[in-house]
Structure formats: C-alpha cells, structure tokens
C-alpha cells in the first residue's frame, strides 16, 4: 500500500493515522507543482484530479479524498473506538464533511496570492466562526468525538496552515492546547519526521 504526500498538505492526515494503527506502507512523495514523484513517475497517472492524499491499495485500486481514505483506513484496520459503532461511524462522517468543507474549503482561498487581501478578510471572518464553535466543542471533550479519532488529525493537519494566513491560533486558546495536545502524540511525530526526511522532488 502507498500513500501519496505533499508536505504540510491534508495528506498529513490519514500519514498519522496509518502510524497510530501501525500499518504497514510506503510514502511517496510528489511535487505540488510538477506532478511528479519522488521516483519520476507521474502523479496524474495515479490521480487525475492532481492532488494528494492518494492511497494506491496493493490491488492497484486508488482511493482519492480525505474523508473517504480515512473511513477506508478506519475500517480496514479497526480503530478501536469506531469499530462496531454505527452511530460513533457517523458521528466521525460528521466531522470529516464539516473540516474538508468549512474548514479545508473555506482555507483554499487564503492560499491564492492573486486574492486581494480585504476579499480573503472575508473569508477568514467565516473561518473565525468556525474556530469559535470547535474551541466551545473541544472545551468539553479535549476531542472531536469523546476519544482521539481520525477527525482530530484531519482536524490538526488543517490547522497546522493557520501561520501562512497570518491568524494567530493563540485568539483561541482551548484551539491551541489542542494543537499542543496532538502535536505530543507519538503517532504525530512520527508521521511528520517521516514527512521530512524525504527528498524534496
């Protein structure tokens, strides 16, 4: 199995959750720019829409989208507080579709230097909103559902890009434990050194 990754990308998330269910894999590095992998091959071969994640399965299946590589990852490999739990499952759904929409959609803009800066002042005060609400849901819980799950790495992966869009993350401190919390996490660590120790390609 080989997961696809650009670093400081939303890739980082399902890295972090292969290494906290130990699953055996390979990382393949691609260029954002180029389209190209870190053994030349071509990236849009493997996922004609361009962008990472991309987890190619040992059957030459590849599975595209976040939220979607990670319910497979969840399911395949039995993360034990979802297992068998349906409403917990779509509880984690939940989640999922709200940070690949509002939070990992309403980024992309922030990203775009042809943008002008009072139009993506628009879209960082929709952000806001949305950090006000996960810091009241992480305020009871210290997690998005009542124990670590895979939407917390998506959620940590996502907020990991808040120093590019100059927004202090410390405007809300529970957001900033949490990020703090996650980033102590062995499984974390690891994926991200992992992440770094690749050659640029």
């Known amino acids: 199995m080989k997961l696809y990754f650009a670093p400081m990308t939303c890739s980082l998330s399902p890295h972090i959750v292969l290494k ?12 954002n ?9 071509n990236f849009l071969e493997i996922n004609p829409k361009g962008y990472v994640a991309a987890l190619e399965l040992d059957d030459g299946e590849v599975i595209t989208e976040g939220p979607a590589i990670l319910t497979y990852i969840i399911e395949k490999f039995n993360w034990k507080t979802i297992d068998n739990n349906n ?16 939070l990992h959609g309403g980024s992309a803009p922030l990203f775009n230097d042809s943008i002008p800066d009072e139009v993506k002042n628009i ?5 806001y ?3 006000d609400y996960l810091s009241d849901v992480l305020s009871k819980t210290g997690y998005l559902l009542d124990d670590f799950s895979p939407a917390d790495c998506y959620l940590y992966a996502v907020l990991l890009w808040l120093p590019n869009f100059n ?24 994926a991200i050194d992992a992440e770094r120790n690749t050659k640029e390609c």
């Not at 720019?33 to 091959?41: H, I, L, M, N």
């Open 129 to 131: 909103k949305r950090y």
């Open 87 to 102: 409403l917990c499952k779509i509880r984690l759904l939940e989640w999922l579709c709200f940070i690949s929409s509002e």
């Open 167 to 190: 927004i202090d993350i410390s405007r809300w401190p529970v957001l900033d434990a949490f990020m703090e919390k996650m980033s102590k996490k062995k499984s974390v660590q690891e």
């Open 20 to 31: 906290e269910l130990g699953v055996d894999f390979k990382l393949v590095r691609i260029n």
């Open 123 to 127: 879209f960082k005060e929709k952000l």
């Open 33 to 41: 720019k180029t389209k190209v992998t870190e053994d030349g091959g």
